[in-house]
């Protein structure tokens, strides 16, 4: 029984680190503070969960547009860059993860030439989109419509 509450409690915490993190992870590409804070939170999970852990990578890639030193930008950029790529090579099909690069990837400044994957991210998503569970469509289909980097006919893929 013990067991059973603890597997029941580790499944309702990673929904809501799950949910916290996508909600936190819109907000701070375009904001220091909530970056800021969504590198802290991300920060201090130990998981083993590889959603988690890509929320953790993008949250230094976020983060690192605001640090002070280029050297600090540089080195917290590609730290987190080699962690999520190295996660979407052991789950090449995750989507999740594939929308998380893609998001940083597009808004990303082309000088740091992190933007290789865009179309092979793209290829997955819309071919899994429908595989997904709700709230990720939702989260998906959001990004896709209030963003100027999908053509319409990529828009119609997810209707």
Same mark, same amino acid.
Request: hydrophobic share 40%; with cysteine.
């Given at each position: 029984?013990?067991?059973?509450?603890?597997?029941?409690?580790? %499944?309702?915490?990673?929904?809501?680190?799950?949910?916290?993190?996508?909600? +936190? %992870?819109?907000?701070?590409?375009?904001?220091?503070?909530?970056?800021?804070?969504?590198?802290?939170?991300?920060?201090?999970?130990?998981?083993?969960?590889?959603?988690?852990?890509?929320?953790?990578?993008?949250?230094?890639?976020? +983060?690192?547009?605001?640090?002070?030193?280029?050297?600090?930008?540089?080195?917290?950029?590609?730290?987190?860059?080699?962690?999520?790529?190295?996660?979407?090579?052991?789950?090449?099909? +995750?989507?999740?993860?594939?929308?998380?690069?893609?998001?940083?990837?597009?808004?990303?400044?082309?000088?740091?030439?992190?933007?290789?994957?865009? &179309?092979?991210?793209?290829?997955?998503?819309?071919?899994?989109?429908?595989?997904?569970?709700?709230?990720?469509?939702? %989260?998906?289909?959001?990004?896709?419509?209030?963003?100027?980097?999908?053509?319409? &006919?990529?828009?119609?893929?997810?209707?």
């Amino acid at each position: 029984m013990k067991f059973l509450l603890t597997c029941i409690s580790a %499944f309702m915490l990673f929904f809501a680190d799950l949910d916290s993190a996508r909600k +936190q %992870f819109q907000s701070a590409q375009t904001n220091k503070t909530q970056a800021l804070q969504f590198y802290q939170t991300t920060n201090q999970w130990t998981t083993q969960d590889p959603v988690l852990i890509a929320y953790q990578a993008a949250g230094k890639m976020v +983060q690192s547009k605001f640090e002070k030193g280029k050297q600090q930008k540089k080195d917290l950029f590609k730290t987190g860059a080699t962690q999520l790529n190295q996660l979407i090579a052991s789950h090449p099909n +995750q989507v999740e993860l594939r929308f998380i690069r893609l998001t940083i990837q597009q808004n990303t400044p082309a000088l740091l030439k992190y933007n290789a994957n865009i &179309d092979e991210d793209k290829a997955v998503i819309f071919s899994q989109y429908k595989n997904t569970d709700a709230k990720l469509q939702t %989260f998906i289909k959001q990004y896709v419509e209030t963003s100027n980097k999908f053509t319409l &006919d990529e828009i119609k893929k997810l209707n």
